[in-house]
């Protein structure tokens, strides 16, 4: 069984950081990418970053600020948050994508930006 747990949700003021982890544990077939998406109140589930073998991107509206990063040792994915908006207000989940079509959830963190 495969479980993800996710840790360093929190609140941070306009302009601040957080730091996300994700650590993967059991029997984990080949991972192929490792994401972080988040979903806001009322709104529909969003992609924000991947990180795969050799390679990460990012959604538009975090390119520059979110800097994913990943130890495979530890199987666990990071996603630093810097420059944090209230827009960034949200749950984050990890996302792990195994053998191309197996995918598996965190729970969830939530993040909230607000002076």
């Known amino acids: 069984q495969v479980q993800l747990v996710e840790s360093g949700g929190g609140l941070a003021q306009p302009g601040g950081s957080l730091r996300l982890s994700c650590a993967a544990s059991?029997?984990?077939?080949?991972?192929?990418?490792m994401r972080w998406y988040r979903q806001a109140p009322g709104k529909e589930r969003e992609w924000v970053a991947r990180?795969?073998?050799?390679?990460?991107r990012y959604a538009d509206s975090v390119k520059g600020r979110f800097t994913i990063s990943r130890d495979n040792a530890k199987n666990t994915v990071y996603l630093q948050m810097n420059s944090l908006k209230p827009e960034d207000t949200a749950v984050y989940y990890c996302?792990?994508?195994?053998?191309?079509?197996?995918?598996?959830w965190g729970q969830g963190t939530q993040v909230t930006v607000s002076s």
């Open positions: 996302n792990v994508l195994c053998d191309g079509s197996t995918e598996y």
């Open positions: 059991g029997r984990l077939p080949s991972i192929n990418a």
């Open positions: 990180t795969s073998p050799g390679w990460t």
